[in-house]
Nanobody
Framework: QVQLVESGGGLVQAGGSLRLSCAAS????????MGWFRQAPGKERKFVAA????????YYADFAKGRFTISRDNAKNTVYLQMNSLEPEDTAVYYC????????????????????WGQGTQVKVSS
C-alpha cells in the first residue's frame, strides 16, 4: 500500500506561482512512476504532468508546457509540481498519483494507469 499526501496548494493571483509537493510512503519510491492530475468542479480529471522513475523523462499536457515543471527527489520520497504564470483556468484540485513498478523509461499520462492517489490539494487562482 502506498500513501500519498499532497501539500502546497492555496490562493494565488493570476501570474503568480505555487509549488505543490507530494510525499509518498514506501521504501521503493525510486521505482514509482509519478503523475499530477487536476479536476475542476463539474469536470473530469485531467492529466497535468508525469515523471518516470529516475526523473529523466517528463511529460506534460499542452496547457502545462512552458509554465509547469515536474520533478522528484527520490531521497525524500517526494515529487513536486512547480507552477508559474498561473491563470484562473488553472483553478482545480490537484492530485498526485503513483504507479509502482511501471516501466522504467516511461510514465503514464492517463488516470486509469495509476494505482494510488492522494487526497488532493486545492489551487485557486484569482483574476
Amino acid at each position: 500500500q502506498v500513501q500519498l499526501v499532497e501539500s502546497g496548494g492555496g490562493l494565488v493571483q493570476a501570474g503568480g506561482s505555487l509549488r505543490l509537493s507530494c510525499a509518498a510512503s514506501g521504501r521503493t519510491f525510486s521505482r514509482y512512476a509519478m503523475g499530477w492530475f487536476r479536476q475542476a468542479p463539474g469536470k473530469e480529471r485531467k492529466f497535468v504532468a508525469a515523471i518516470n522513475w529516475s526523473g529523466g523523462n517528463t511529460y506534460y499536457a499542452d496547457f502545462a508546457k512552458g509554465r509547469f515543471t515536474i520533478s522528484r527527489d527520490n531521497a525524500k520520497n517526494t515529487v513536486y509540481l512547480q507552477m508559474n504564470s498561473l491563470e484562473p483556468e488553472d483553478t482545480a484540485v490537484y492530485y498526485c498519483a503513483a504507479l509502482p513498478y511501471g516501466t522504467i523509461v516511461e510514465a503514464p499520462t492517463t488516470p486509469e494507469e495509476y494505482d494510488y492517489w492522494g487526497q488532493g490539494t486545492q489551487v485557486k487562482v484569482s483574476s
